[in-house]
């Protein structure tokens, strides 16, 4: 009998079950009512006394043993059978929610601020040529935004070819191909020869207006600007226009929006001034407007253009502009809710 005990150990040891129903018919035949171990117990009653200690001991380590066993044999099936894939009452995974990238979010409420005012998208390449980039928007010849230091050229000769450096492209292919009014905006990547820091980078995004029509006047132009102003910045937003210089608009101005974070009074990230700068413009020169075959003396029109990225930093404080670039999911997670 001892050496059964042992024989059924070893057996025991190598047991194993396909599927749950295997489980069970092991589990009967090694202990259940007619099982192996069972029988093993009746002969155990029929033996002389003197030799029940011996046998007493390993006969209940098998029986554990066998017990222990076909459980294990049986949970693991369980365990494994359990995710059943067309069981529709399961719960579902959960999903964690993806963000829309906080450049795509403001450059789609910039466009759909416009947009309510009655300004249709236009879009343009950005590869470009010298004429759409400069030579239409009447840069001199010599104008240093031609210069190596701000453009990336493709292919340099005659006929330039090069990475478009403004949106402004846009408004000249727009000029171009359709006749007054016109009232669109322009949204687009452009790209400058610098070098990447916390305020520059080589690749941005700009959004470009253009409206043209007759006696449009800078008082339009100036409505236009503060009406965006407030509905991106909030409805106490003040406006003030500096006079500055663009080839293709004159008079030209910078536009500073009152810091919305001090609310004026003057803070690190306006630098104590109160004001933020967040896009140039002017009234479209009436030579530009002569090259792309529009009258002037018919027609005044008036043009705007702002960096995205420029706007996104000061609607959420963001202090490096890199952090839109490199697309960490740490910094990208926290607009989920803003869309
Ligand atoms: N193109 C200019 C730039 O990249 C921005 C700009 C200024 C666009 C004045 C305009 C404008 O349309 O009128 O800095």
């Not at 099936?77 to 993806?98: I, K, R």
């Not at 990230?269 to 530009?288: A, Q, R, S």
Request: charged share 25%; glycine share 6%; aromatic share 10%.
């Amino acid at each position: 009998m001892y050496e059964k005990i042992q024989h059924l150990l070893r057996e025991l040891e190598n047991l194993t079950a396909k599927n749950l129903q295997e489980a069970e018919e092991l589990r009967i035949k090694w202990i259940g009512k007619k099982g192996c171990i069972t029988a093993l117990f009746d002969e155990f009653k029929t033996i002389a006394a003197d030799r029940k200690r011996d046998l007493g001991q390993p006969l209940n380590a098998l029986k554990n043993a066998a017990q222990e066993k076909l459980l294990s044999l049986r949970t693991a099936l369980t365990q494994e059978a359990a995710p059943v894939a067309d069981d529709y009452t399961q719960p579902g995974e959960p999903h964690p929610f993806g963000a829309r990238h906080p450049i795509s979010t403001v450059r789609a409420e910039i466009i759909e601020i416009f947009a309510r005012t009655g300004y249709t998208l236009a879009e343009g390449p950005e590869i470009e040529d010298d004429w759409h980039v400069f030579s239409a928007l009447n840069f001199p010849p010599e104008h240093p935004a031609r210069d190596m230091q701000d453009t990336f050229f493709v292919r340099q000769g005659n006929n330039p070819v090069l990475l478009r450096t403004h949106t402004s492209s846009v408004q000249v292919r727009v000029m171009e191909s359709q006749p007054p009014p016109i009232r669109v905006i322009c949204p687009g990547r452009v790209f400058r020869n610098e070098a990447v820091s916390a305020r520059a980078h080589c690749i941005f995004h700009q959004v470009e207006g253009l409206y043209i029509d007759e006696n449009v006047s800078f008082a339009d132009l100036k409505q236009a600007v503060l009406y965006f102003a407030r509905e991106m910045f909030g409805h106490a937003t003040k406006i003030r226009l500096r006079p500055s210089y663009f080839p293709f608009t004159e008079p030209s101005a910078e536009v500073d929006v009152s810091c919305n974070i001090c609310g004026g009074k003057g803070c690190a990230i306006c630098k104590h001034t109160g004001w933020l700068e967040i896009m140039g413009c002017g009234m479209v020169d009436p030579n530009v407007l002569a090259t792309c075959r529009i009258d002037p003396e018919k027609y005044t029109g008036f043009a705007f253009g702002m960096g995205v990225e420029r706007i996104a930093m000061l609607k959420w404080q963001v202090r490096d502009l890199r952090l839109y670039f490199e697309n960490d999911v740490r910094f990208l997670a926290q607009f989920a809710a803003t869309v």
